[in-house]
């Protein structure tokens, strides 16, 4: 792995403000759940950095914590809230370039009493080192994964294959897969130059895919995505049958279906990130779980945290500008309604939950969701059961959501 310049760290970017405002909020609503199984829990963090974002000379108490911290402080707040007495929980760090600097910030931090361990390897090799030691001791731990690599040459398939195939009582991975980077590459590769991709390309990424041979980088690519069926994908832009978002969006559900067909995955969430009107992702979170708890909280977290993105990231919505994952919706992509009817059809009655992880993960995300099942729930087109039936006041219940008390069961009418 080739060394990153700290300049990288002296100032956080809006990329990694929006990574971290996700990891942060899915952390805080998942981390006592997963206390609650009563199995040992593992945060691993497979790309941690430096800790901190400011110039050296910053107060520390000034700098912008990164994802370890972000991490150690949902750690610490999960256990507080936990009903589980003293939950066993450690978090893990690799860090090859700047280990020493992220103890220093972690001990300085006011979660230093959080369980962690900090390796100055690389990834995958400290990861398995790391876990093969971790079930000398425990057995069927819980484990989520976060991948925020350097490039996306790191993100092998087969190396998250192993993480995967380790017995674990729940496991999640919440992956920043570039999905454009992945396509300037192939491009590149395939000595496509576009104007509209070099355009589109907003900031940097810590390190780039290396100066190989062709050969070798078609390997890489093959490697990152576990296929080579991205290749006509590429070939298919290239001879402009399709356009750059197509490409773009064609290789992401591509990485969706591998995390599911390679790994096993049963629920799979890409996520958007966008920075201006070009409309092209700066890159995609992917988020990986067996667990429709899981799937629905990433879902509700990404709902609820849309207006958030566009007001931080300059994603203004003046002149009519569509949503955030509204634009998701309507590329190349049925209405919403009409997503929903043929997500039901031929399956019966759905729990709450299942439906909504289940949409997350076969359809797409949109804030538009509850909305589209109150009117089809009031035009007939679906039915809606509730437990309980009533409200205290003995009025009928109308909730869209489950909670502990309250459930749902969805069918579609006809």
Not at 315 to 338: I, T, W
């Amino acid at each position: 792995m080739g060394k990153v310049t700290c300049s990288f760290f002296n100032d956080k970017k809006d990329w990694s403000k929006a990574k971290d405002d996700l990891l942060k909020h899915y952390l805080n609503a998942y981390l006592v759940k997963l206390f609650c199984t009563g199995k040992p829990t593992i945060y691993l963090d497979c790309f941690a950095g430096a800790g901190k974002f400011g110039e050296e000379d910053t107060p520390y108490e000034d700098k912008v914590d990164g994802s370890p911290l972000i991490a150690l402080e949902a750690i610490s707040k999960a256990t507080a809230k936990s009903s589980v007495y003293k939950p066993t929980c450690v978090a893990c760090f690799i860090e090859p370039c700047y280990p020493e600097l992220l103890k220093i910030n972690i001990e300085k931090s006011f979660y230093s009493d959080v369980q962690y361990r900090l390796f100055a390897g690389t990834f995958p090799e400290e990861a398995f080192m790391f876990l093969d030691n971790v079930f000398k001791h425990w057995q069927n731990p819980n484990l989520f994964c976060y991948l925020d690599p350097f490039g996306v040459k790191y993100l092998k398939m087969n190396a998250l294959l192993q993480i995967k195939n380790h017995p674990f009582n729940s496991i999640e991975f919440l992956i920043n897969f570039n999905s454009f980077g992945f396509l300037r590459y192939a491009c590149g590769v395939s000595a496509i130059r576009e104007t509209e991709l070099r355009e589109a390309e907003v900031g940097s990424e810590r390190e780039t895919m290396d100066d190989n041979p062709k050969e070798d980088r078609l390997c890489k690519l093959d490697a990152v995505m576990g296929t080579d069926a991205w290749r006509s994908i590429v070939e298919d832009y290239k001879q402009h049958i399709i356009d750059g978002y197509d490409a773009e969006m064609k290789l992401a559900d591509l990485y969706k279906l591998q995390l599911k067909k390679v790994l096993g995955f049963r629920y799979v969430l890409s996520i958007p990130i966008r920075f201006n009107e070009s409309n092209h992702p700066k890159y995609r979170m992917v988020y990986a779980t067996n667990h429709e708890d899981g799937a629905v909280i990433m879902g509700d977290v990404m709902r609820g945290r849309q207006n958030y993105l566009y007001e931080q990231y300059s994603m203004s919505k003046s002149g009519g500008c569509l949503g955030l994952f509204d634009r998701e919706d309507l590329l190349n992509r049925p209405s919403v309604e009409e997503s929903v009817v043929d997500f039901l059809k031929g399956k019966g009655e759905l729990t709450g939950n299942e439906f909504f992880a289940g949409f997350y993960d076969e359809k797409f995300l949109t804030a538009k969701l509850i909305d589209v099942l109150k009117k089809l729930e009031e035009c007939n087109k679906i039915t809606i059961r509730r437990d309980p039936e009533n409200t205290k006041k003995k009025k009928p219940s109308r909730f869209y959501t489950e909670a502990k008390n309250q459930h749902l069961f969805i069918r579609l009418n006809g």
